[in-house]
């Protein structure tokens, strides 16, 4: 409320939306995390008109094939910031319908819907985009009517949607995805249900166009022979048929067998699930559909009491006992399926089951016993808890969330008619449609709400023992992280000041460096360092005597050249022995010259070679301070992350104390804020240690690189000294330094 995501959102245009860099990321992360579960905060970002600045966020200016990964990891976080505003939670009904028609008005849904079909989506965005749209149309009427309205390439959104679902050749995840969204544009959509329906049946206009519709390809799909498509077919029309009408219109679609011969869709589907052979969630998609279908319809229940195969294959299955998942899970969709039989008020069969036969084999050779020991096993399964908590298909692809809703709704009631408690067969049907009495409807409804209360705060405690634990290892590695940070930068504070101590004692930079040198590569030997002074001594004392030697040399030379001439001036022309010695005279005065100026120029490079030395020196010293700055910065850093995340333990282990008196919703918010949190320090100190160990790397390299322009500036330094240069007076300082200091070790 004080501008935040305002802010945020200039970031991102600043950064040029999709195309920037990890700060897009960053930001709409943050963003996300102000957002999600924040009922206060999405309206706030609604009333304040900032939807619709992230329309310009989907203005792509290249083709999705040509974006770099952090493109798509920032679609990919804007796409869940989205869905994070029209989420399927009750608490939020509310808020989503209101975020829902905002998106839509300011153009967004129009947009994803046209980038959901788009050929050279990467997997991810494209799964993530059409989870999007269908939470975005997900029950609202308006928004669906634009998305069946739209096309793509000449063909509906519906039955591109469609054959998504049915594409053999996608991902399986890809699929469930597609039929999420399929699902989505469906729910409480009775026209669009209702026209897929029709398109089962066969049409005198349709074969005249060629063309395949929608209630064709689904049809196809759920005898297609693969196990997934065959299963998402069936969920497909099990969002088809919400009401009773669709059902009943359902019961009319006959599939060819054989040349002139015909049956019925009901009776098919039975007899395949039927087949032990068929895979195993090909016939888990037909149960599902066939337990939609027979609920509140007794036109269905009535086709299927006429089919003794089906029969006969449900009561077989329930008194089978198996130690096999895939079994249990066939066993106690069954007994549902039987259930849901005796549960239907008005049914007309005739034949050779009724629903009392049905009830009477059901008491009586089945057994009551049978029917509990089905039925808990999937209620009880974890599978069956996580998709009763997930609008969203699981990739395990078994149950879905609407049949998970129906098994809760019946379990109890279906075992209380079993079991002789209630007798609903002889109760006439109520003129609104209800099933059961109102007592029995009381009573269920009770049982139903302290179940469900029980089961959720089970699987609430679940997951705050997993979060505690994994937030318990974090912290853990952390403060592991830490204590071995904190050593390194002991260890280097350490070697610091005895580089200083070192230093300030020799007094003498080039001593002090190699002492540093030798002290890191773990060879530093006291002997050696003698012999290698005691080596530059001699050198220096032989240089200074050849040019004091040549000096005198070159005096003595002139001054006997000198005699020479004054002497031939005096006596006249001078005898060719006494030329002959004047010739050699200049000739040797010449060449003292000549090396006396070659001593000269080598003096005078050897001079600016120490001057661009020394300022080389003075640089990589400052370079060296910046460094330990840096590194006490970073430790400061360090030390707010690690109280940062006590504070957050401590916050946690608040939490697990009073779990059970707070309510589940606010817990849960609880929790994803402290994931967050945690992510996000378990980040920074991540950076925070790579930004270390970078800096140690780096002032390693620097002290390496001062010992060795040591050096080099003691060498030429001794070297100017030999040709008598003359140096400054810091320079001489040094000079005299080093000179003690070569003495000493020598006694």
Known sequence: FSGGMERLLEIIADEEYSEGLIIVEDCIQLLLNLIRSNTSNQNYFRETSLVPRLAAFFDFKRDASQWRPQTVQNVLLMLRLIRAFVAPIQSQAQSTKASQRAFAQCGILNVLCHVMFADSLDRAISMEVMATVAELVRGDADNQAMFVQISVNQRPALLSVILMLVGDKRPPDSRLSALYCLQCILLQNEGVQLQIVAT?????????????????????????????????????????????????????????????????????????????DLPFRARVGLLLLLSHWLHDCPTAVSKLLASPQCVQFLTSAV?????????????????????????????????????????????????AENFTEALAPISQSELFMRTAQSHYPLAEVCFTYQYAQLFQQTQHTILQVVRGEIDVLSAPPSPNGDRLSPDVQKTSTHILEHDAVVTSYKELIRDQDSQLLSMREELRSIKQQRAKDQ??????????????????????????????????????????????????????????????????????????????????????????????????????????????????FEVERLSQALHKSESGLREQQRATAEREEEVKLLDGRLRVSEQETERVRSEVLAMQEKVLDDDGDDLRAKCNRLEAQMRDLAYRHSQLSQQNQALEGEHEDLLVLLAEQDSKIAKLRERLLGHGEVLSGSDAEDGEDSDSAGDEDED
């Not at 069954?334 to 049905?358: D, H, I, N, P, R």
């Not at 300030?504 to 460096?513: H, M, P, Q, R, V």
């Open 200 to 276: 089962l049946m066969p049409s005198e206009s349709q074969g005249a166009q060629g063309t395949v519709t929608a209630g064709q390809l689904l049809c196809r799909g759920l005898f297609s022979g693969d196990e997934v498509t065959m299963w998402c077919s069936a969920a497909a029309l099990v969002a088809c048929i919400e009401s009773s009408a669709n059902k009943d219109e359902l019961i009319r679609v006959q599939l060819s067998v054989s040349e002139g011969a015909t049956v019925a869709l009901i009776h098919q589907a039975g007899l395949l699930a039927a087949r032990k």
């Open 319 to 367: 008194e089978e006992q198996s130690d096999s998942q895939e079994q249990t899970i066939i066993r106690g969709m069954a007994a549902l399926l039987v259930g849901l039989c005796l549960l239907a008020k008005g049914v007309t069969a005739s034949g050779e089951y009724t629903q009392e036969s049905l009830l009477e084999i059901a008491q009586r050779r089945v057994r």
């Open 487 to 600: 050593e390194e930068r002991n260890a280097l504070a350490q070697q610091l000041e005895e580089m200083k101590l070192t230093a300030s004692t020799a007094g003498d930079s080039t001593d002090a460096g190699q002492l540093r040198q030798n002290q890191i590569n773990g060879d530093g030997d006291v002997s050696d360092i003698v012999a290698a002074n005691a080596s530059m001594s001699r050198q220096l004392q032989e240089l200074t005597d050849s040019v004091t030697r040549l000096s005198d040399e070159n005096s003595q030379l002139q001054s006997r050249l000198q005699a020479q001439q004054a002497a031939a001036h005096r006596a006249g022309p001078p005898p060719n022995s006494a030329s002959t010695n004047s010739e050699q005279s200049e000739r040797a005065l010449q060449e003292s010259t000549a090396a006396l100026q070659t001593a000269r």
